[in-house]
């Protein structure tokens, strides 16, 4: 699996836990297979309990993420020792939730770390981007969030960091309409983030729809279609030093045969 990391970097002045980074560029590393959705990201996601570490990438820059896609970045002349991850600190989710983050192309110019409960931290960096208008699950986990209080109080999340992010409409889809996650949703009476199966589902839809009818309503490549517009924008986050390219080893199969 080719992901793309987007850097979203993370606004000084940094919290007393992160003092020992002063200096360098830190950012919160997510993997995404979205690249042109960027631009309606309203907050990044991490999983409470996970365990995660800010790795030195080269002699400047740190990222922040999961340890098994610190090891993989090594192996891909992504650390600043070869081959060998470089942590600086030992983090967990907790730590991160509440961080003001600048992320690439995204309209909203601050976005904050958020806890969502389905991250996996075995696939990607551990660290996703939100983009409540295309996806489902973050649709609901963004909803989950501002419609239960108790919810907000039990992870420590401040109203602020939550209740102004609206969704922003990014692409059009033929009878989906520009809230394509929000509309699929609704359809599907998806109550919770915790609605594991029918998200499966709500995604699925989703992707296929977005990908081969939807068409750019904002940005550089308004009016171009999303398969046209994803490479042009892909490549540019690239270029500007945006993002990388992370590609994930595939699992092992479990099977003789195969
Ligand atoms: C932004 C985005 C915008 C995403 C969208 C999706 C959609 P897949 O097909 O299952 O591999 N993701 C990445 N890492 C994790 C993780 N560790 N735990 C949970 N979710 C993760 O899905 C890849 C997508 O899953 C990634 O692309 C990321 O969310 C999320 F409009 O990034 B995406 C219809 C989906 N739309």
Known sequence: ???????????????????????????????????????????????????????EINDSEVFVLAHRAALNLAYQNRSRVPEKP???????????????LKSPLSFNEVIYALPMLSILMDKGT???TSVPSD???????LHDLKAKPALREKFGVKDEWVLPFEIVPIIEVPQFGNK?????CLQMKIKSQNDK?????????TYLKG?????????????????????????KLLETGQAIIYSEPEKRVMSRSG
């Not at 970097?9 to 960027?38: Q, S, Y």
């Not at 470089?86 to 003001?100: A, V």
């Open 135 to 141: 996806a489902p699950d973050d649709y609901m986990a």
């Open 211 to 235: 990908f081969t009818e939807g068409t750019m309503i904002v940005g550089e490549f308004t009016g171009r279609k999303v398969q046209e517009a994803k490479p042009l924008i892909r490549n």
């Open 1 to 55: 699996q080719e992901y793309t990391i987007i850097k979203m970097e993370l606004i000084a002045p940094f919290p007393e836990k992160f003092k020992v980074l002063e200096g360098k560029k830190v950012f919160l590393a997510a993997a995404t297979l979205r690249p042109e959705t960027m631009y309606g990201q309203t907050n990044a996601w991490v999983l409470p309990d996970g365990k995660y570490g800010a790795f």
């Open 86 to 100: 470089s942590c600086l600190l030992e983090l967990t989710g907790r730590d991160l939730i509440g961080l003001p």
């Open 126 to 128: 551990g660290v996703v």
């Open 180 to 184: 394509c996650a929000e509309t699929v």
């Open 197 to 205: 199966e029918k998200l499966v589902e709500a995604k699925k839809q």
